[in-house]
């Protein structure tokens, strides 16, 4: 089963990285089978200092007892060629969240 949701607002608010989303054509291209929930999220962010960045989250989730009752876990990656974010293009990530919060906590894998 796929399920395509549009996402109406994104925020991050880190140290190094703050923005909200830019536009509206972002989504999260959800499959669901044998139990296990596959995202696949694309978006693009506008940083509060005018940089533009594309980031694009892929994960799974346990949805055998339905889609939200188990943690998601997910692997961001960020593409910019904005020279003051070029390090992000660098970053592996991991982000654990949960959809009834409608909020990840990602970290930088060093």
């Known amino acids: 089963m796929r ?12 140290d190094r990285l ?3 989303m830019l536009g509206h054509t972002a989504a999260d291209w959800l499959t669901v089978s044998a139990g296990v929930a596959t995202i696949d999220v694309r978006a693009t962010i506008q940083t509060v200092d005018g940089a533009v960045v594309y980031v694009q989250y892929r994960g ?13 876990y997910v ?11 070029a390090w992000l293009n ?3 990530a991991v982000g654990r969240g949960l ?11 060093r």
Do not use: C, K
């Not at 399920?3 to 880190?14: R, S």
């Not at 692997?75 to 003051?84: I, K, M, S």
């Not at 959809?99 to 894998?109: A, D, G, M």
């Open 3 to 14: 399920n395509i949701a549009e996402i109406a607002a994104m925020t991050l608010n880190g």
């Open 18 to 20: 703050a923005g909200t």
């Open 60 to 72: 799974r989730t346990d949805a055998s007892r339905g889609i939200g009752a188990a943690p998601i």
């Open 75 to 85: 692997t961001p990656l960020f593409e910019t060629g904005d020279e003051r974010y």
């Open 90 to 92: 660098h970053v592996v």
């Open 99 to 109: 959809l009834q919060e409608s909020s990840y906590e990602w970290f930088e894998i």
